[in-house]
């Protein structure tokens, strides 16, 4: 069943300052936990509206600018997305902020118990979320679903909340005793980027919901759809409103989020050029920030690698979600000249063996990058490197169109081989189903390449031998090690730990070092006589106290 557009419903009131309220055409989801997108919108289907969301509302932006969201399998335009208005933001943080005073309040158990709730209603609405993706952000089904999956472990950690917040306590001294807290920080801005529609959001809610923190998120313009359906369900979820509130836009959003002063922390995972602007001026404005940018990740074979493992974690890593992860594996570091023989013939094969498609047709393994411009910068990096004569390619997958689909933005898997490190096709994150395939002579040869590379998310090494892979963890600089593993994404009790050039900040993603990051320490030390009181010691001391 095909899911109709966003309908209009009844005009509501919604905070528009502290001094007065105004008239707003709330709306509805067009989709419900049953009924979801099944495929594409047909030709003579009208774009939807995506709504806002502030106070456990949704409603229709009074903006007079609005963005065409494209389904990037069939080039049409299926949605329009606001540029919120300027009242539209401040109306958002100030309902965070008011909303902040009365929620750090709520108590733990509560939090918790709308959290439980919510990943209930997560999973129930898990093909929903899935099926949104499909549509504009153009990834298989199963992928998509996996995207929500990622982001539900974030929701079932943030449930263990009560041991994962726990304070510390101390008798420092007779009757003397220090203990340590945690507390909630304000309001958390959240930037999202276009890749991962569910998980990157719930990066964000869920541990806002735990800590006590209320938050203003802005999903990409490009897929919003996921996280009003998140939105809706922490709603649902019992979640006060106010707590959570979803805002749109491009550059004016972005800086009203990371300037207002009301706004204390923000998250970022998106490109190198927009993170390190977001990061420089959040955090000179003294607000927590935490970003993660590019990434290039290397994935070494060792001659004693395990072929058919090796082979299925190339394939998979490089191309799947058609290239668009920060944790995709983009460059192949064959090691001596048995590996890469061995290798390549492999993997050239199973990479034109893959069926590139709509993510609506469950054959399909790979589906479009999201947009035109993605496309053609995608097809002038292939360009550049082999025109240099940087790189030759061993599978061009340029031009390639699905039967059905002949405007999509579709490139089939690409493989350059012969790749010099000043390629652009190595030293680009291109964000498409390329991949690139260096030789160097030993082990040591390739730990010392990917240390030389600016960035630091994600690398892997395929060994049956612990000696080489004990000296490749010790050895390598890189935040998120794989052995045998071709996307090292820990578990949210973990945290996602990118590093050099891929992250900038103090404090990860998720897991410890998220509940860090929006929670802040406060120590209370009391001293409470049980023991006789000395006659002398009430008198005035000017040393430094011993705590004795």
Excluded at 121 to 138: C, K, M
Aim: charged share 20%; glycine share 8%.
């Amino acid at each position: 069943m095909l899911a109709k557009s966003f309908q209009r419903s009844s005009s509501l009131p919604i905070l528009r300052s502290h001094k007065n309220l105004r008239l707003l055409s709330t709306l509805k989801l067009n989709t419900t936990t049953s009924s979801y997108f099944k495929s594409h919108l047909e030709e003579s289907a009208k774009p939807y509206v995506t709504p806002s969301f502030v106070n456990n509302t949704l409603f229709q932006s009074s903006s007079n600018e609005w963005f065409d969201l494209h389904d990037p399998a069939t080039n049409k335009v299926i949605a329009k997305v606001p540029q919120s208005t300027d009242q539209e933001l401040e109306d958002a943080i100030a309902t965070a902020d008011k909303t902040f005073e009365s929620f750090k309040n709520v108590s733990i158990i509560k939090r918790q118990q709308m959290l439980f709730k919510y990943v209930r209603l997560l999973r129930e609405n898990h093909d929903r979320l899935a099926s949104v993706i499909v549509l504009e952000q153009g990834k298989t089904f199963d992928d998509a679903k996996g995207d929500v999956l990622r982001g539900l472990q974030v929701a079932e950690y943030a449930c263990s909340i009560t041991t994962e917040l726990l304070g510390t306590n101390l008798e420092v001294s007779t009757d003397m005793e220090t203990k340590m807290i945690r507390e909630p920080i304000g309001v958390v801005g959240s930037i999202c980027p276009f890749n991962f529609p569910a998980m990157i959001p719930l990066w964000t809610i869920p541990l806002v919901i735990a800590t006590g923190n209320t938050t203003v998120v802005k999903p990409s313009e490009r897929v919003p759809g996921a996280t009003m359906i998140i939105a809706e369900l922490a709603k649902e979820a019992g979640v006060p409103p106010g707590v959570i509130n979803i805002i749109h836009g491009k550059h004016k959003t972005v800086n009203k989020i990371i300037k207002d002063p009301r706004i204390k922390a923000v998250t970022f995972v998106g490109s190198n050029r927009a993170g390190e602007y977001i990061y420089e001026t959040a955090n000179a404005l003294g607000k927590r920030v935490q970003a993660n940018l590019g990434a290039k990740n290397h994935m070494i074979v060792l001659p004693d690698a395990d072929k058919k493992q090796a082979i299925s974690g190339i394939i998979g890593s490089a191309f799947g979600a058609a290239g668009q992860r920060c944790m995709a594996i983009s460059v192949l570091v064959t090691v001596g000249d048995d590996a890469h023989s061995w290798i390549m013939p492999e993997i050239v094969a199973a990479a034109k063996a893959l069926r590139v498609g709509s993510g609506f047709d469950p054959k399909s393994e790979l589906g479009p990058v999201i947009s035109k411009q993605a496309l053609s910068r995608a097809e002038s990096i292939i360009e550049q490197s082999v025109s240099a004569g940087k790189a030759t390619l061993a599978i061009d997958g340029r031009g390639y169109r699905p039967e059905g689909f002949p405007e999509g933005y579709f490139i089939g898997p690409t493989i350059l081989e012969n790749v010099a490190l000043d390629a652009p096709c190595y030293t680009e994150e291109i964000f498409a189903p390329i991949l690139s395939v260096v030789n160097v002579p030993t082990l040591s040869d390739a730990i010392k390449l990917v240390n030389a590379n600016p960035y630091g998310n994600g690398v892997s090494l395929f060994t049956t031998n612990g000696i080489h892979a004990k000296k490749f963890e010790r050895n390598i600089d890189v935040g998120q090690v794989g052995i045998n593993v071709p996307i090292p994404v820990p578990l949210p009790m973990f945290g996602f730990t990118g590093s050099r050039g891929s992250f900038l900040g103090d404090l990860n993603f998720y897991g410890k070092a998220g509940l860090w990051f929006m929670t802040k320490p406060k120590t209370i030390t009391a001293l409470w006589k049980t023991s006789l009181i000395n006659e002398n010691e009430g008198e005035s001391v000017t040393s430094m106290p011993t705590h004795s």
